[in-house]
């Protein structure tokens, strides 16, 4: 199987990749071709036996789905986005990105499959952000989507698009809308999103972590190795009882950001908890403040989706794939 | 005032235009300029005080757009659309107009909403078919838009910019989705919800009429008069009370074609119904399946909207605006 990821050097895509490489597989599907695109050259990843090329690759350039699809990739997974706060910031970056990239892949897929049959899996990873307040406590599986953000139109409007192309036959789209990611490893990157990781990740290393919004908070995450679990399984599981909503709304774990405190206590203690610091910042809290706190997500869970239960355990999968095994 | 009318050939446009001719004014507002644009020449009417300017336009051109607004309306109205039947069969061609045709418009507004503070009012005609199977009996303004057409996807995703756009301040937007147009005059077009006009204005005329669907299937109504007032009333209110979800649903009449085929028989009696032909046609019984059967729209409603409450008012509005007031 050929798997093409877009996105691929983003933090999501390195671990899909580092997975694949390391299983030779998606899933239970042997892969024996990857391509690694991204707008920042992907690394390539050692070990692989299969046939692997990093490609340096605008998406907002009309010419590059094309160039990517040359090798008819029997899955591609779309992960590649300006993330929330850069969007809202950069208006038309956001657009030529999120909206115009995820088009030109979309329809360079349909120019494909008209005359060859080519029908390839297209998982895109979309997100919570395309509900708009007023919410319900817990979003079930009918709820419309409003965003109240331009990411959360930008995605909205793809999975609209992916959900056409599908019912079309141009492809076998999945537009998955994954929790907010936690905890992330590395640096923090521009999302508005990015202390709900941070107020773990820098205290489990010792360091001091911004808190911009009271920890009355809620929202709605997952682990980056159950974010691996849920573009493995939408790439490769059997789509037919899906039917034509193309859309999920993935399961997490709701918690508050006081409960990941106490998660944060339990397993590093007092000392780390110190090292967070409320500094209120009226601009991410406005963001935050129109984003869901809780999922029914019935139909993904009835189609095999997996995540979280527990704050501890989201920590302890950080200090075992991030931190080798110990504080 | 100056009002732009895109789409202004269409049935609809043309009788906005001569409300407003008629009236010297959009609702209570003094107009002094209007531009028709459409596709096709729009007809100049005559008796308008003001200025009038008519302009055949190509709105999937993104030229056109700032072309239009170089008198900088106050009021947009934008009407112009490839209709459902053609849009399911010419994929290009709608998402050309329909998707991008609508988002050059709302770009070129939002080029000049910068540097002058320009912010017209831009209403948008929408659709219920951004609403797909399952459906309830009523749908309520909180319904999600799962459309299962490529012209209800076009629309969606039209409604999901303009939103943005209202949001971010580019201009005061409002998104309207109108009830299927009944009795739509003149002759039939491309799209597949013409048969509910069809059975109604042909025999009305004497003239037989095919009816391609079961007289069970329920569907929902207003007429051509309601929706010049739809618009007028999109295009004057105070938008205050809208808040950010800038869609609505409008008011209309929920009706079974059998309840249609009734009323035709109380206005024009036995002879005007025995002209309508069952010919089932499963192309369009296979669009018209995924379309809603009646809505709350309790929003629109207590925001001022209004449309007729039996299926007799439109027939006589028909006779009264089309045929001189007597049969």
Redesign the interface.
Known sequence: MHVLIIGAAGMVGRKLTAAIVRDGALGAKPVDRLTLADAIAPEVPAGFDGAVAAVVADISDPATAPRLLAGRPDVIIHLAAVVSGEAEQD?DKGYRINLDGSRYLFDAVRALSGSEGYCPRLVFASSIAVF?VPLPDEIDD???????T?YG?QK??AE??L??YS??GFFDGLAIRLPTICIRPGLPNKAASGFFSGILREPLAGKPARLPVPDTVRHWHASPRAAVGFLTHAATMDTAPVG??R?LTLPGLSATVAEQIEALRRVAGDKAVALIRPEPDPAVMAIVQSWPRSFRAERAKALGFRAESSFDEIIRIHIEDEMGGAL
């Open positions: 208006f708009g009918e709820h419309l989507t409003a965003p109240l331009s139109t909205a409007i609209l698009l959900q056409d019912r079309r034509p909503r859309v």
